[in-house]
């Protein structure tokens, strides 16, 4: 498992259903963080933590977006009530390091979310 | 606030010609870090390079070079003698100590034979 793991990679539901979206970071990272990237665009970032702690989640569009990290290694994004504008790419990445800037970010394959 | 513009949203040379794609970036803080990722069709992110604010160094990895300076805050990248292969989309990153890192919407860069 060298990689960042994102499952699953495709996901279509219906307007109003819950969707979890699951990361699983390399191995020892410290980091981790959830963008969200649009057709088109360049990704936009939701929140992050280090270690299980959420430590900003500034980015998070409303109340239905939610995210966990409860042991630390593998995280959970969570979105309620999906609406079609919640269609999107969503790429989590992890780091070695917390709390330094300087760390390269890996990305994960993404999952694509489609909602109908 | 910080924001990564990348102005060229498409560019499409001929193959064995040089391309330059810019970056422009905005922020107040003294300390910050530039990366460059790559967006091949195939879809994932692949780490190019990073720069912090403080090495002004040009540096150079084979076809791939990047220009930094801050008094235009810019961080350019050229790639020379491009390849059917370059094809992809580019991004410019900007991080600060708030680790997450702000993206430009991309250019285009089609390479053709």
């Known amino acids: 498992g060298a990689g960042v793991s994102q499952s699953p990679r495709y996901k279509v539901t219906k307007r109003g259903q819950d969707v979890a979206l699951r990361c699983d970071p390399i191995?020892?990272?410290?980091?981790l963080y959830w963008y969200r990237q649009a057709l088109g665009q360049g990704p936009e970032f939701l929140t992050y933590f280090n270690y299980e702690a959420q430590q900003d989640k500034s980015g998070l569009p409303n109340d239905r977006f939610s995210a966990e990290r409860p042991e630390g290694s593998i995280s959970t994004l969570t979105i309620q009530r999906t609406e079609q504008r919640d269609s999107a790419m969503y790429r989590c990445a992890s780091s070695q390091q917390a709390f330094s800037s300087y760390n390269e970010q890996f990305f994960g394959p993404g999952t694509r979310l489609t909602v109908l | 606030a910080q924001k990564v513009t990348q102005a060229q949203t498409e560019i499409s040379v001929v193959e064995k010609e040089d391309v330059t794609l810019d970056c422009v970036y905005e922020t107040r803080d003294t300390t910050y870090y530039l990366f460059w990722y790559k967006q091949p069709p195939s879809g994932e992110l692949v780490f190019l390079i990073r720069?912090?604010?403080?090495?002004?160094q040009n540096e150079i990895s084979g076809r791939y070079s990047w220009n930094f300076q801050k008094s235009t805050s810019s961080f350019n990248f050229t790639i020379t003698a491009s390849q059917v292969v370059d094809s992809a989309v580019y991004f410019c990153a900007l991080s600060n100590a708030g680790n997450m890192l702000t993206f430009g919407g991309g250019t285009r860069l089609m390479v053709k034979p």
């Open positions: 720069r912090n604010s403080f090495d002004e």
């Open positions: 191995s020892g990272h410290v980091s």
